[in-house]
Nanobody, 123 residues
């Protein structure tokens, strides 16, 4: 019943920027979190960033700190991921995720997933 959909991926040169957007429609979970994960071919899906539904606090994996910014609107169940100073190692399919209760910093904590949007950073 909850539908998660993300957009904004694309092909960009190293050093460039992209902004991803995600909306979770249907059910709303004010006590839950929303966030982003990414997956390269043949690799596991890993955490990137999340924002806490209860207070808006943000969390990031170390490699993206200072380059990525997650923001959200609780009323709209919408989150964005501003990605600056992109590097080739940021390449992958980016998935938006949401849950009913936080935290959301590992994949098994997600209850709902988007279909993914591809990000390719060329060198």
């Amino acid at each position: 019943q909850v539908h998660v959909e993300e957009s904004g991926g694309g092909l960009v040169q190293a050093g460039g920027s992209l902004r991803l957007s995600c909306t979770a429609s249907g059910r709303t979970f004010s006590s839950g979190d929303m966030g982003w994960f990414r997956q390269a071919p043949g690799k596991e899906r890993v955490f990137v960033a999340s924002i806490r539904g209860t207070d808006g606090r943000t969390f990031y994996v170390e490699p993206v700190k200072g380059r990525f910014t997650i923001s959200g609107d609780n009323a709209k169940n919408t989150v964005h991921l501003q990605m600056d100073s992109l590097k080739p190692e940021d390449t992958g399919v980016y998935y938006c995720a949401a849950n009913q209760f936080g935290p959301l910093t590992i994949a098994p904590q997600a209850n709902y997933w988007g279909q993914g949007t591809q990000v390719i950073v060329s060198s």
